[in-house]
């Protein structure tokens, strides 16, 4: 009877023990990983190594010449050799991760016929208008002629030249070596007119380090979809000034005809407006010489932000602004100068500040005061205006004067103010900005991800991810193709969608609930389950280790 | 950081002489108002207006030159295709019963209504991304504005201006009542002025002054209005107001008079150049109650009869573009000044200040026989910083008695008593003379009960889980996991065993 109470007992005992490990068990085989599994932040897996991949990227711009041979400008066994195509690449040194090279690939052909014809026209202009009907030449490619050493089509003293669209014209010459000094002239010039390293860097400004040219790099824009021009008249003095400026038919006449030029580098939306006791923020010095007025250099800076609360943010879209201010300054401190380093007036009475616009003050003509009483209307010459607006509009667009190659004629600039290469121009640079941009929002945003392990990646950021990682791929691949407009749309895409997916707001969900937090808050649950299984688990190992030492001692 | 770069001009070819066209009659005008109203309870109500018109069709793509017009609301007109926009910001609350009929009402808060026109294909996400741009104009919580705040009113807040069809598909309204009316709303609403605060009436709206009144409200409303008489075509018309009215008592210590230097602490000193009109009204109706009347000072060029609101009222009107009006003394500074018979009463008011001191009412006001005086206060009910709280803050919190002291006439005259003579408990008050005695009254201390806040919820919650889990889940284990046998009773008391001895020696089972 006692044997077998103890045997019921020892029963109950090894029941109690195995239920003691089966909810041990439970709870870490089950209970853990459900807890692990309902709590875990969602995280859509990402191409991390596509990505790091992407600061190793080699970007290869290929820029596809065609060079055309005429008749008698290289020696006759060497024009038996053409067609031919020559490549020839060249490492641009930047300081920058990427390594970028330029690959300029000449293909040389002989002259067609109505190309013979036109280029043994008078002068390159007629010739231009001739060449340019029959064909349509893609974004970034380019044609240079090769005319006959004694050809009168350019001034004697010249060896090539730049013409308004994708063409240039160079001289040849009957030389045993004339491809190769040929081609070097070819280069040289298809260097100006495309991709030289002071574009590319001042493309890449805010990607490299700092250095003494920086600022002067940073002057133009960063590339964006879009911009916004605007042009403001400040009057801030009513009562003596009623100015009025006819924008709308300048706008319409010089400004527009610009963009429209532009086009292919955004979208412009173009809008004016005058704003009235608009004051600027420094108090101008009195010259007693000139009895006028004058601002120093220093003192341009501090003129901006005072100014700029008037001007009013842009409701309407998210694009950066450039804004260009007409200043008519008040009676009391008229005629105001504006003084460059060595207190010389400037010429144009203007400024510029780098990615934000341009100033300028526009005098009263003296004589209007006497003429009548007060106030005194004028009317703004806006030929003068628009001349300073749109140079500075160029400077902003980081269009720069070419470094033309010696011995070389540069045509006058077609009647938009901007010629067709140096749109192509300025699409390389923001191609090459655009991707550098988009590698470096890509790569902060795994950096972050990678290091902060609560941010949820929702399944829409990843996808957008996913597209920008393609983008950049699509657009090196069409750079290296010589294929511009498409590289450039790409580029775009790429700088949106990585952008779009590095300021997605659902990253910030769950940023704010550090780990201590949501253990204070599991506590109260855990540590009422977690006693009970591990003591029972520890009298079960001690019991465990008992049994297995008595058997010994007995042996 | 400004590089000041000299330009060097290159020549554009085609900077040739454009023709100009001959300057045209201007296509936009600002007319300006303020109308001072003094209120039945003797607040003063000071109402602005600013009314910018422009001639020009908005909705047409390409018009983007600005001139009284605000770019900001111009751009959002085009952008958003709006046919109308109603925006007010509140704060307080405009008391019908004292302060008679407003002109224009606004709730508490933020209110925004507005129409689109009919072209517009998704009016929730315009409506959405309007109120956020709203919201970055005039720095206000606008944003807040989703769809659980969206209503479609179907039969109210049809078009104000212009309109040939009022399909309420294309209406939006939304009220944010928490919206804390400040200063950051009142500085965007003064940059859309074309004078900004610089001349004209807008020199007034000082923000410290504005906010420290018992009603503030400022808004922005567009429509489009007829052109003309036949209404060929239209025109756009923005109307800023702002209305606030000032406690008297706060701003002209007691009394009911005013000056424009006293409500606003500035005074008008030119006209703004670019406004066609720019006038000052001051309602100088004589209620005639109590006898009262009142002089403006300086006296108006001329006066304004109309019925408003139902009542026939009187305005005296002063217009800035008249140069009189401000040359003579190089500013303007209207005061009124309320003449009435003497009265002998008497109101000391201190109000209190958070956890310094407390209100103190002093009135002194000769009662007619037989009548029943009243005197009531309002008080808000407020949560206190959970330190202030007494142990027992459900007990309420005390409030002083209130002190009632009177003269009151005796009925009896008594001769006059030597005051060193007289007995004690006569002669604790002086009294003058012996026609009237002095006695001075306590009220019932008042026992108001503050919202109290629940103290221990959070540790109730956290008792509540560890005990719910602990009881569960603890019993739970320990009914799988122990083992439970009967206990045999143990061997007994000494007798027991002795007798068990006993039985062993004999060679008996034990017991």
Same mark, same amino acid.
């Given at each position: 009877m006692a044997a077998a109470g103890a045997a019921a007992t020892d029963l109950e005992v090894v029941r109690g023990k195995r239920a003691a490990l089966f909810f041990a068990a439970v709870a870490i085989l089950l209970g853990l990983p459900l807890w692990w599994k309902t709590t875990e932040t969602y995280r859509a897996s990402l191409p991390y190594s596509q990505i790091s991949g992407l600061n190793a990227l080699q970007l290869r711009l290929m820029v596809p010449v065609t060079v055309v041979f005429t008749r008698e400008s290289v020696p006759l066994d060497d024009q038996e050799k053409l067609p031919f195509t020559v490549v020839h690449e060249r490492e641009i040194p930047l300081k920058y991760k990427m390594k970028i090279k330029c690959r300029f690939q000449k293909a040389y052909r002989r002259a067609l016929d109505y190309e013979e014809e036109a280029l043994s026209s008078g002068s390159v202009q007629e010739a231009e208008a001739m060449l340019d009907e029959p064909q349509e030449q893609a974004e970034g490619s380019l044609t240079v002629y090769v005319i006959s050493e004694h050809s009168s089509l350019l001034p004697q003293d010249r060896m090539s030249y730049i013409g308004p669209k994708r063409t240039a014209v160079v001289r040849g010459m009957m030389h045993r070596e004339a491809f190769n000094i040929i081609g070097r002239r070819i280069v040289q010039v298809a260097q100006a007119m495309s991709l030289t390293e002071d574009v590319l860097a001042a493309a890449l400004a805010d990607h490299l380090p700092e250095d003494k040219w920086s600022a002067e790099k940073r002057r133009?824009?960063?590339?964006?979809?879009?911009?916004?021009?605007?042009?403001?008249?400040?009057?801030?003095?009513?009562?003596?000034?009623?100015?009025?400026?006819?924008?709308?038919?300048?706008?319409?006449?010089?400004?527009?005809?610009?963009?429209?030029?532009?086009?292919?580098?955004?979208?412009?939306?173009?809008?004016?407006?005058?704003?009235?006791?608009?004051?600027?923020?420094?108090?101008?010095?009195?010259?007693?010489?000139?009895?006028?007025?004058?601002?120093?250099?220093?003192?341009?800076?501090?003129?901006?932000?005072?100014?700029?609360?008037?001007?009013?943010?842009?409701?309407?879209?998210?694009?950066?602004?450039?804004?260009?201010?007409? +200043?008519?300054?008040?009676?009391?401190?008229?005629?105001?100068?504006?003084?460059?380093?060595?207190?010389?007036?400037?010429?144009?009475?203007?400024?510029?500040?780098?990615?934000?616009?341009?100033?300028?003050?526009?005098?009263?003509?003296?004589?209007?005061?006497?003429?009548?009483?007060?106030?005194?209307?004028?009317?703004?010459?806006?030929?003068?205006?628009?001349?300073?607006?749109?140079?500075?509009?160029?400077?902003?667009?980081g269009i720069a004067q070419p470094q033309v190659p010696p011995k070389c004629l540069l045509s006058g600039p077609k009647s938009e103010g901007l010629m067709t290469w140096e749109l192509d121009r300025l699409l390389w640079a923001r191609s090459v900005e655009n991707l550098a941009t988009a590698t470096t929002t890509l790569t902060s945003l795994a950096q972050l991800l990678g290091k902060i392990s609560n941010i949820v990646i929702k399944d829409d950021v990843a996808s957008e991810v996913y597209r920008a990682v393609a983008a950049i791929q699509k657009s090196a691949e069409e750079l290296a193709s010589g294929h511009l407009a498409s590289a450039f749309v790409a580029s775009q895409e790429a700088v949106t969608s990585s952008e779009r997916a590095f300021f997605d707001p659902s990253l910030l969900h769950l940023l704010y609930f550090p780990d201590d937090q949501k253990f204070a808050i599991y506590i109260p649950l855990f540590l009422p389950m977690a006693v009970p299984i591990l003591l029972s688990l520890v009298k079960i190992f001690l019991e465990t280790r008992k049994s297995w030492k008595k058997p010994e001692k007995t042996d | 950081?400004?590089?000041?770069?000299?330009?060097?001009?290159?020549?554009?070819?085609?900077?040739?002489?454009?023709?100009?066209?001959?300057?045209?009659?201007?296509?936009?005008?600002?007319?300006?108002?303020?109308?001072?109203?003094?209120?039945?309870?003797?607040?003063?109500?000071?109402?602005?207006?600013?009314?910018?018109?422009?001639?020009?069709?908005?909705?047409?793509?390409?018009?983007?030159?600005?001139?009284?017009?605000?770019?900001?609301?111009?751009?959002?007109?085009?952008?958003?295709?709006?046919?109308?926009?109603?925006?007010?910001?509140?704060?307080?609350?405009?008391?019908?019963? +004292?302060?008679?009929?407003?002109?224009?009402?606004?709730?508490?808060?933020?209110?925004?209504?507005?129409?689109?026109?009919?072209?517009?294909?998704?009016?929730?996400?315009?409506?959405?991304?309007?109120?956020?741009?709203?919201?970055?104009?005039?720095?206000?919580?606008?944003?807040?504005?989703?769809?659980?705040?969206?209503?479609?009113?179907?039969?109210?807040?049809?078009?104000?201006?212009?309109?040939?069809?009022?399909?309420? +598909?294309?209406?939006?309204?939304?009220v944010l009542p928490r919206e804390v009316v400040c200063t950051e709303n009142l500085t965007p609403w003064k940059k859309l002025l074309p004078c900004s605060s610089k001349a004209g009436l807008s020199v007034l709206l000082k923000a410290d002054r504005l906010f420290h009144t018992s009603y503030h409200s400022q808004a922005v409303h567009i429509r489009p209005v007829c052109r003309n008489a036949r209404c060929t075509s239209i025109s756009w018309e923005l109307r800023q107001t702002l209305s606030v009215v000032f406690d008297a008592f706060i701003t002209g210590q007691g009394k009911k008079d005013w000056s424009l230097f006293r409500m606003f602490s500035r005074t008008l000193t030119e006209p703004c150049p670019l406004a066609s009109e720019s006038r000052v009204y001051v309602d100088i109706t004589n209620y005639n109650q109590d006898n009262e009347t009142l002089e403006v000072n300086p006296p108006p060029t001329t006066t304004y009869q109309d019925v408003i609101l139902g009542t026939r009222k009187t305005y005296a009107i002063y217009d800035l573009l008249d140069t009189a009006i401000i040359n003579n003394s190089r500013n303007l500074n209207i005061q009124l000044k309320w003449k009435r018979p003497p009265e002998n009463g008497y109101i000391h008011y201190q109000p209190a200040q958070d956890r310094l001191q407390p209100h103190l009412l002093e009135m002194l006001i000769q009662l007619p026989a037989n009548s029943v005086t009243k005197v009531s206060i309002q008080f808000e009910r407020a949560l206190l910083k959970w330190t202030e709280y007494t142990p027992d803050p459900n007990h309420g919190f005390y409030i002083s008695p209130s002190v009632l002291s009177a003269l009151v006439p005796s009925m009896v005259a008594a001769k006059p008593v030597d005051w060193e003579e007289s007995p004690l408990f006569s002669s604790l008050f002086p009294v003058s003379d012996g026609s009237n005695y002095f006695v001075r009254l306590y009220t019932e201390p008042l026992l108001v009960n503050l919202p109290t806040p629940d103290f221990s919820m959070p540790y109730n919650v956290i008792c509540l889980t560890c005990t719910v889990v602990a009881v569960c889940y603890g019993s739970f284990y320990n009914l799988l996991t122990r083992t439970f046998h009967i206990e045999e009773p143990r061997t007994g008391g000494l007798a027991k065993r002795l007798a068990n001895l006993i039985r062993r020696i004999r060679g008996v089972p034990p017991l």
């Amino acid at each position: 009877m006692a044997a077998a109470g103890a045997a019921a007992t020892d029963l109950e005992v090894v029941r109690g023990k195995r239920a003691a490990l089966f909810f041990a068990a439970v709870a870490i085989l089950l209970g853990l990983p459900l807890w692990w599994k309902t709590t875990e932040t969602y995280r859509a897996s990402l191409p991390y190594s596509q990505i790091s991949g992407l600061n190793a990227l080699q970007l290869r711009l290929m820029v596809p010449v065609t060079v055309v041979f005429t008749r008698e400008s290289v020696p006759l066994d060497d024009q038996e050799k053409l067609p031919f195509t020559v490549v020839h690449e060249r490492e641009i040194p930047l300081k920058y991760k990427m390594k970028i090279k330029c690959r300029f690939q000449k293909a040389y052909r002989r002259a067609l016929d109505y190309e013979e014809e036109a280029l043994s026209s008078g002068s390159v202009q007629e010739a231009e208008a001739m060449l340019d009907e029959p064909q349509e030449q893609a974004e970034g490619s380019l044609t240079v002629y090769v005319i006959s050493e004694h050809s009168s089509l350019l001034p004697q003293d010249r060896m090539s030249y730049i013409g308004p669209k994708r063409t240039a014209v160079v001289r040849g010459m009957m030389h045993r070596e004339a491809f190769n000094i040929i081609g070097r002239r070819i280069v040289q010039v298809a260097q100006a007119m495309s991709l030289t390293e002071d574009v590319l860097a001042a493309a890449l400004a805010d990607h490299l380090p700092e250095d003494k040219w920086s600022a002067e790099k940073r002057r133009p824009l960063k590339s964006s979809l879009g911009y916004e021009i605007t042009f403001s008249l400040l009057n801030p003095d009513p009562k003596s000034h009623d100015v009025h400026w006819d924008i709308e038919g300048a706008v319409r006449r010089y400004v527009q005809p610009f963009l429209n030029a532009l086009s292919a580098a955004g979208n412009f939306s173009v809008d004016s407006q005058i704003l009235y006791y608009a004051m600027l923020g420094v108090n101008p010095r009195f010259d007693s010489a000139s009895s006028s007025y004058y601002l120093d250099m220093h003192n341009l800076p501090h003129v901006i932000n005072p100014v700029e609360s008037r001007l009013g943010s842009s409701a309407a879209s998210l694009y950066p602004v450039l804004n260009f201010l007409l +200043y008519v300054p008040e009676l009391a401190h008229s005629p105001l100068y504006i003084q460059d380093k060595d207190g010389a007036p400037v010429a144009t009475n203007a400024f510029h500040s780098p990615r934000w616009g341009g100033i300028m003050v526009y005098n009263v003509d003296s004589k209007a005061y006497n003429a009548s009483a007060l106030p005194v209307r004028v009317e703004v010459d806006m030929v003068r205006v628009m001349e300073v607006f749109l140079a500075q509009l160029r400077l902003l667009f980081g269009i720069a004067q070419p470094q033309v190659p010696p011995k070389c004629l540069l045509s006058g600039p077609k009647s938009e103010g901007l010629m067709t290469w140096e749109l192509d121009r300025l699409l390389w640079a923001r191609s090459v900005e655009n991707l550098a941009t988009a590698t470096t929002t890509l790569t902060s945003l795994a950096q972050l991800l990678g290091k902060i392990s609560n941010i949820v990646i929702k399944d829409d950021v990843a996808s957008e991810v996913y597209r920008a990682v393609a983008a950049i791929q699509k657009s090196a691949e069409e750079l290296a193709s010589g294929h511009l407009a498409s590289a450039f749309v790409a580029s775009q895409e790429a700088v949106t969608s990585s952008e779009r997916a590095f300021f997605d707001p659902s990253l910030l969900h769950l940023l704010y609930f550090p780990d201590d937090q949501k253990f204070a808050i599991y506590i109260p649950l855990f540590l009422p389950m977690a006693v009970p299984i591990l003591l029972s688990l520890v009298k079960i190992f001690l019991e465990t280790r008992k049994s297995w030492k008595k058997p010994e001692k007995t042996d | 950081m400004a590089a000041a770069t000299p330009l060097a001009l290159f020549v554009l070819l085609l900077l040739g002489p454009g023709g100009w066209c001959l300057a045209d009659p201007q296509r936009d005008s600002l007319r300006e108002e303020l109308v001072i109203t003094p209120l039945p309870s003797g607040d003063v109500a000071a109402t602005f207006q600013f009314r910018t018109r422009w001639d020009s069709e908005l909705q047409r793509e390409g018009v983007s030159h600005y001139r009284l017009f605000p770019k900001a609301l111009g751009q959002l007109i085009s952008k958003y295709s709006l046919r109308e926009l109603h925006l007010s910001f509140t704060q307080g609350f405009w008391r019908t019963r +004292y302060w008679g009929p407003p002109f224009l009402q606004a709730p508490s808060g933020a209110e925004l209504w507005v129409w689109f026109q009919d072209t517009v294909t998704d009016v929730d996400k315009s409506w959405k991304e309007l109120s956020n741009v709203l919201s970055g104009i005039f720095c206000a919580s606008l944003n807040f504005i989703d769809s659980t705040n969206t209503v479609t009113p179907t039969a109210s807040f049809k078009p104000l201006g212009l309109a040939n069809d009022t399909d309420h +598909y294309f209406l939006r309204y939304a009220v944010l009542p928490r919206e804390v009316v400040c200063t950051e709303n009142l500085t965007p609403w003064k940059k859309l002025l074309p004078c900004s605060s610089k001349a004209g009436l807008s020199v007034l709206l000082k923000a410290d002054r504005l906010f420290h009144t018992s009603y503030h409200s400022q808004a922005v409303h567009i429509r489009p209005v007829c052109r003309n008489a036949r209404c060929t075509s239209i025109s756009w018309e923005l109307r800023q107001t702002l209305s606030v009215v000032f406690d008297a008592f706060i701003t002209g210590q007691g009394k009911k008079d005013w000056s424009l230097f006293r409500m606003f602490s500035r005074t008008l000193t030119e006209p703004c150049p670019l406004a066609s009109e720019s006038r000052v009204y001051v309602d100088i109706t004589n209620y005639n109650q109590d006898n009262e009347t009142l002089e403006v000072n300086p006296p108006p060029t001329t006066t304004y009869q109309d019925v408003i609101l139902g009542t026939r009222k009187t305005y005296a009107i002063y217009d800035l573009l008249d140069t009189a009006i401000i040359n003579n003394s190089r500013n303007l500074n209207i005061q009124l000044k309320w003449k009435r018979p003497p009265e002998n009463g008497y109101i000391h008011y201190q109000p209190a200040q958070d956890r310094l001191q407390p209100h103190l009412l002093e009135m002194l006001i000769q009662l007619p026989a037989n009548s029943v005086t009243k005197v009531s206060i309002q008080f808000e009910r407020a949560l206190l910083k959970w330190t202030e709280y007494t142990p027992d803050p459900n007990h309420g919190f005390y409030i002083s008695p209130s002190v009632l002291s009177a003269l009151v006439p005796s009925m009896v005259a008594a001769k006059p008593v030597d005051w060193e003579e007289s007995p004690l408990f006569s002669s604790l008050f002086p009294v003058s003379d012996g026609s009237n005695y002095f006695v001075r009254l306590y009220t019932e201390p008042l026992l108001v009960n503050l919202p109290t806040p629940d103290f221990s919820m959070p540790y109730n919650v956290i008792c509540l889980t560890c005990t719910v889990v602990a009881v569960c889940y603890g019993s739970f284990y320990n009914l799988l996991t122990r083992t439970f046998h009967i206990e045999e009773p143990r061997t007994g008391g000494l007798a027991k065993r002795l007798a068990n001895l006993i039985r062993r020696i004999r060679g008996v089972p034990p017991l």
